[in-house]
Nanobody, 125 residues
């Protein structure tokens, strides 16, 4: 059974950093694109970043470029989202998602078939 489990969320002050992890099981990470999404209260789910299978292309939404970095470690079956210079607008539940393919199809949630349960990120002073 294909499964994704996020971890690493928490409370951080503005300007701080967090690293989210997405541990996968039931499939070979190399063959799948991984996307990170977030959803703030009262807002639609938003694509944050994605990375193609086998370390293919990456993509970031404009608001996180230069602050967030997506990566993957196939040996550990884990994908990561390093988030630096966090601000209050980054507060949301963060989800990782997967779909088969070597190239990131973009940041439309409809392009991803498999989803984790999410981890809360709160940026507050």
């Amino acid at each position: 059974q294909l499964q994704l489990v996020e971890s690493g969320g928490g409370l951080v002050q503005p300007g701080g950093s967090l690293r989210l992890s997405c541990a996968v099981s039931g499939f070979t990470l190399d063959y799948y694109t991984i996307g990170w999404f977030r959803q703030a209260p009262g807002k639609e789910r938003e694509g944050v970043s994605c990375i193609g299978g086998n370390g293919g292309n990456t993509s970031y939404t404009a608001s996180v470029k230069g602050r967030f970095t997506i990566s993957r470690d196939s040996a550990k079956d884990t994908a990561y989202l390093q988030m630096n210079f966090l601000n209050v607008e980054d507060t949301a539940v963060y989800y990782c998602a997967a779909d088969i393919g070597y190239y990131c199809p973009g940041l439309d949630p409809r392009a991803y078939a498999y989803w984790g349960q999410g981890t809360q990120v709160t940026v507050s002073s």
